[in-house]
């Protein structure tokens, strides 16, 4: 779902609103084949983006700064899983990161005459959380160019082991320890 940076020519088909997306990419396809430009089948493939991923992206593009701060953040709240950090804290910097790039993707949402309904907003903070949980992610993401949308990440995203509920003997042995 998500690629490294595109070209030039592919990337600007990342900023182009999805109403305009097909015209724009079958204009920049056949401009890019009688230049005769390897680019044009990669150009081709990129698929009409959602209205919540093109959200997603314009609040990446135009915001480094937030995404540098989510990243920073899921990294910080990765380690504090792991005892090693404050998980308050990193909890709150990851909040404050995805709640700025959401209010972002509502005003891009806006300029295009759509609205930001809940289901939406929905889609576009579990698309950009999950890209920034994902190190394959994160240069697309940092680049605005999220090639579909990605569900929202589960506890899974903190470790790469499962944490095993205690035993039922260790339950009973830790209330009655004294």
């Given at each position: 779902m998500a690629r490294a940076k595109r070209d030039d020519a592919s990337a600007a088909l990342f900023r182009v609103p999805p109403a305009e997306f097909v015209a724009a990419r079958r204009r920049l396809v056949t401009e890019l084949r009688a230049a005769k430009?390897?680019?044009?089948?990669?150009?081709?493939?990129?698929?009409?983006?959602?209205?919540?991923?093109?959200?997603a992206n314009q609040a990446a593009h135009t915001n480094r700064h937030a995404v540098?701060?989510?990243?920073?953040?899921?990294?910080?709240?990765?380690?504090?899983?792991?005892?090693?950090g404050d998980l308050r804290g990193a909890i709150d910097a990851q909040r404050t990161a995805l709640d700025g790039l959401t209010a972002s993707a509502r005003e891009q949402l806006g300029a295009i005459a759509h609205a930001a309904t809940p289901e939406i907003v929905a889609r576009v903070s579990a698309t950009l959380l999950a890209s920034a949980v994902d190190p394959g992610a994160h240069d697309a993401l940092r680049?605005?160019?999220?090639?579909?949308?990605?569900?929202?990440?589960?506890?899974?995203?903190f470790g790469?082991?499962?944490?095993?509920?205690?035993?039922?003997a260790a339950r009973g042995a830790r209330s009655r320890a004294p």
């Open positions: 430009r390897d680019a044009d089948a990669k150009a081709a493939r990129l698929r009409k983006p959602t209205v919540a991923l093109w959200a540098d701060a989510l990243l920073d953040a899921v990294r910080r709240l990765k380690q504090a899983h792991l005892g090693r680049a605005g160019q999220l090639t579909g949308e990605r569900p929202a990440p589960g506890f899974e995203a790469a082991g499962v944490v095993k509920a205690p035993t039922r």
